[in-house]
Structure formats: structure tokens, C-alpha cells
């Protein structure tokens, strides 16, 4: 190790430099997670300037969130080998230099690359980030406050993207909605040095590029069929992306046992808190990405809101997700993980059946009230999960821990929206089959049936009593879908408290693995 790397014992308080520290690495979180939503009002504005296609339109907002997925285990493992600190700030310096291309871009071609390049610069900042906070707190509970305060950050950038988005347009052109980002990399690289220790593993070996190519091959094609189900449903392609994925991972897994550096450390698995917490993760998110769409949905298709006021009507959840973080260190030094994880999802449970239960009358409330049970009883899996997962990790191999949980997370929200969207979208088609007015038109028709967003686009070429009667049938009919969906996810979120509960309970918490 390098003469200031962490040489603390697990014991050892952090201090004020450690907490300024987390300060700092709260600002890339932060973006990060502005950037995932911060597009979704700009995008009028940048395709009147820009002239995108349909499709070029989906890549902006997609690749971001693609190359990220994509590049997080070859990164986790990178900044193991070469120092995370140094991953952070070469990582910050792409970021910084990408989001200036982003901002001035004169194609639709040029906003793509850097939107790309943003993906992997940002798959550098994300286990970095986490896994430093490793290296900075060694207490336990000190730890896992700060990986509460990183979860926060995280949740808090994404609610706040559309608002910061809208007034920043309010003011200003497109690109300033990416301008965000070089202020934020430049303190960031003159803090860095001087608040964060460095860490890498001196045994790492050299980094297998094959193994790089072989990840990527088995993860984007995987992400991108996910996406492409929930938009467009299964189809040849999709079923051929799959499996290329399938097939790719295998080759990736053969490899790794190969190895004697390998990109994913598969010992790690045979740790019960590692691989019973990236599963539990892994269904936690799952349901949340389900939910969030469904709760947006409810909010602008059934209860015909504007996007502005179903924005302020989802700021709620997005408050109690932060809340129910930071609370979740503090209950668990007196249940443990394992018992305030349990508790927290039966309090999620009894969210989503009162999140069911809101009809097509009852206004905002009861759902916004669920939608809060919801996110405060998940954070608890998020932040105790990942604490676990990365404590019972060497510590030469949290970067690579840190990036498979949040890797988790991504396929988890994207999986959700693939399969329990699926789930609700095939009720209500079954439900529409008979439920057509007649009259309406076969075009206007089909669209009422295939979805609740294509009913509302078709009614408006209707005559005033057939819309309300076709709208009718379809917010009924999405609601027996979300219905469907809610109790489906309640019966994960149980199993997945006993799961947690009977699995992680003798998990030591705050201690570190034993080498592999």
C-alpha cells in the first residue's frame, strides 16, 4: 500500500476529515442520479433544436443508463487494482469533459456518443464512491449511517432531476441541463486528494480484458432485451438478445474460475450475507421499479394530472425514501439488519395494499400515502443490504462488491418493469377484449386496447360520449392490472422478509470476511 492508503482498524472512529469526506463524495451521487431523470423535461426542447428521430430520441435518454449497467463490474474491479480514489477522479475528469460535449452538442449523433461517454464515466464514480466510504468508516454504525447518507443523496438527485430540469429551461437552453456537472467534477478534484484516503489491492493482478469484453457482451444485450419487452413486448429479438446474453455470461462465469485475477471474485458468492443480500436487493428493486412506473401512470393517466403536479404529488415518496435511510442504521443497532429489513418490508407491504386499493375516485392521497409506506419500508433493504454485502467482502474486494450490488439494482429496475409491467399490461388487455365501446372506430380501437397510454392518445379523435365511455373501461381495467401487480409484489416483499430474516440474522455486522 501507498503511504496514505487506510490503515485503520475496524474499531477506529471516523473523524471530521471522513465526514467532509462523505460530503464530497455526496456531490457526484447526487449527479449521477440527476442525470438518470434530468433529460425527461428537456427533451422537447433539445429535439426542436436538434432534430432527433423516434429512435435516436430513445438512445439519448437510454444509453446513459445502458453504459453504466454495462461498465459497473469492469469498474468495481478496476479501482480495486489501480486505486479507487484514482478511479474517482480520472472518472470525474471524463464526466466533467463529456457533459461539456453534451451540452454543446450539434447532432443528434454527437449527443448519443457523449450521453455514452457519460455512462461509462459514471460506472467509475458509483462503486468509487461507495467503496471508499468503506475505507473511510470502519465502525459499523458510523458505516452504515454513511451509506444511508449515500442511498439519500442517491434518491434525493433522482426526485430532484425533473425539478432542476424545469428550472433550469425556465432560464436557460438544453445544454445547461448538463452544465451541472463541471462544477460539481471541478470541486471534486481538488477535494479529492486532500479528503479522501486512497485504497487498492496490491495482490489484484493484471486487469483481463477478455473478461471486460465478455461482461459487456452478457450484460447490455441482457438490459437492452429487459427494455425492449417492457416497451414493445417479447419478439424474435428480444428472445435473441436474451439468450446471446445467457450465452456470453456463461462464457464469462467459465472464465473467471480460470482466472487467478479475475474480473468477478465467484467466492465471493459462497458468503450467505453476500449472496442472500444481492437477491433480496435484487427483488427489493424489482418491485420498486415496477412501482414508480405504475404510481406515474396512476397520477397523469387515470387521475388525469399534469406532469408538473404529478411531479410535486411524487416528492412525497421521494422525502420518506430518504427518511426511512437514514432511520435504518439507528433501528438496527437495537433489531439488527436482518429484523429492521423484515420490519421495513412489512411496512412496504402494507403500503402496496394501500397504493391496491386506490380506485379510479379516490383522488391523490391514498395513493401518495402508500407510495411513502412503500419507499420507507424498502430504504431499509437498500441501505443494511448493501452495508452487509460490502462488510462480509475482503476489503481488498469491496469495489468489486460494491459494484455488483448497485449492477443488482439496475436489473432489478429494469426487470420489474419488464415482468410485473407485463403482468399488469397482459390483465388489462385481457380485460379491454369486450370492453371497446362499440362505434369506436378498429384503429382508435386497437390502441384502447393494447394500453392505458394509448387509450388516452386514441379518445381524443372521439365524440365526447364514446371517449368517456372507452376511458372508462380502460382506467378500470388498469386499475384491476395495478391491482394485480400490487398484491403480486406484496407476496415478494413477504418472502422476501422471511428470506432476509431467517438468512442474514446471524450475519456479524460490521465485520469483515475472512480472505477468500
Given amino acids: 500500500m501507498s503511504p496514505d492508503e487506510t490503515t485503520a482498524t475496524p474499531a477506529q472512529k471516523a473523524g471530521t476529515r471522513q ?29 426542436a433544436d436538434l432534430a432527433p428521430t423516434s429512435a435516436q430520441q430513445l438512445w439519448i435518454l437510454d444509453i446513459y443508463g445502458f453504459m453504466i449497467a454495462g461498465f459497473l463490474i469492469t469498474m468495481g474491479t478496476l479501482g480495486d487494482r489501480i486505486g479507487r480514489r484514482r478511479l474517482l477522479m480520472i472518472g470525474a475528469v471524463a464526466f466533467g469533459a463529456a457533459s461539456l460535449v453534451a451540452a454543446y452538442s450539434t ?3 454527437m449527443l448519443i456518443a457523449a450521453r455514452a461517454l457519460l455512462g ?42 425533473p425539478m432542476v430540469g424545469g428550472v433550469l429551461l425556465q432560464w436557460f437552453w438544453w445544454g445547461s441541463v448538463f452544465l ?120 397523469q393517466l387515470v387521475l388525469e394530472l399534469s406532469p408538473v403536479a404529478a411531479g410535486l404529488w411524487m416528492v412525497p415518496y421521494a422525502v420518506a425514501n430518504i427518511i426511512g435511510a437514514m432511520l435504518a442504521p439507528l433501528v438496527a443497532a437495537r433489531l439488527k439488519a436482518a429484523g429492521t429489513i423484515a420490519l421495513g418490508l412489512l411496512v412496504a407491504a402494507v403500503g402496496l395494499v394501500v397504493f391496491t386499493l386506490s380506485g379510479v375516485e379516490a383522488g391523490p392521497i391514498p395513493a401518495v400515502v ?20 460490502i462488510a462480509s467482502a475482503p476489503k481488498e474486494k469491496s469495489g468489486s462488491a460494491s459494484s455488483m450490488s448497485e449492477t443488482c439494482s ?3 429496475m429494469a426487470l420489474g418493469i419488464a415482468t410485473l409491467g407485463a403482468l399488469g399490461t ?19 380501437a386497437g390502441a384502447i386496447r393494447d394500453s392505458l397510454p394509448g387509450a388516452v392518445t386514441a379518445t381524443q379523435n372521439l365524440e365526447p360520449s364514446l371517449a368517456a365511455q372507452a376511458s372508462d373501461a380502460a382506467q378500470r381495467a388498469f386499475m384491476t392490472g395495478l391491482s394485480v401487480v400490487g398484491y403480486t409484489s406484496v407476496a415478494i416483499v413477504l418472502g422476501v422478509a422471511v428470506i432476509t430474516f431467517l438468512f442474514l440474522r446471524d450475519a456479524t455486522e460490521g465485520s469483515e470476511a475472512d480472505p477468500l
Wanted: glycine share 8%; charged share 10%.
Fill in 19 to 47: 465526514w467532509l469526506g462523505l460530503a464530497v463524495l455526496a456531490l457526484p451521487t447526487i449527479l449521477l442520479a440527476l442525470d438518470f431523470t434530468v433529460l425527461h423535461l428537456a427533451l422537447p426542447h433539445l429535439a
Fill in 410 to 412: 439496475e436489473i432489478g
Fill in 107 to 109: 447532432s443528434p449523433e
Fill in 180 to 299: 451541472m456537472g463541471v462544477p460539481v467534477m471541478v470541486v471534486l478534484l481538488i477535494t479529492a486528494p486532500i479528503l479522501l484516503p486512497e485504497f487498492r489491492d496490491p495482490d489484484s493482478g493484471r486487469l483481463d480484458l477478455i473478461s471486460v469484453v465478455l461482461s459487456l457482451a452478457a450484460t447490455l444485450p441482457v438490459i437492452y432485451a429487459i427494455k425492449e419487452v417492457a416497451a414493445q413486448g417479447w419478439g424474435a429479438i428480444v428472445i435473441a438478445l436474451l439468450v446471446a446474453g445467457v450465452v456470453f455470461g456463461w462464457l464469462f462465469v467459465r472464465r473467471q474460475r480460470k482466472l487467478e485475477s479475475p474480473l468477478m471474485d465467484l467466492a465471493l458468492f459462497r458468503l450467505p450475507p453476500f449472496t442472500v443480500g444481492l437477491g433480496g436487493l435484487l427483488l427489493g428493486t424489482l418491485v420498486l421499479g415496477v412501482f414508480v412506473l405504475l404510481f406515474a401512470q396512476y397520477l
Fill in 426 to 444: 397482459a390483465v388489462y388487455r385481457y380485460l379491454m377484449v369486450d370492453a371497446v365501446p362499440s362505434g369506436v372506430p378498429s384503429e382508435e
Fill in 370 to 389: 402508500g407510495s411513502m409506506l412503500i419507499t420507507f419500508g424498502l430504504s431499509p433493504l437498500m441501505v443494511l443490504v448493501i452495508d452487509l454485502v
Fill in 120 to 161: 461509462v464515466a459514471g460506472a467509475t464514480l458509483m462503486p468509487s464512491t461507495l467503496s471508499l466510504i468503506t475505507n473511510m468508516f470502519h465502525d459499523s454504525k458510523q458505516r452504515g449511517l454513511a451509506v444511508a447518507v449515500w442511498l439519500s443523496c442517491f434518491s434525493a438527485g433522482g426526485a430532484l432531476g
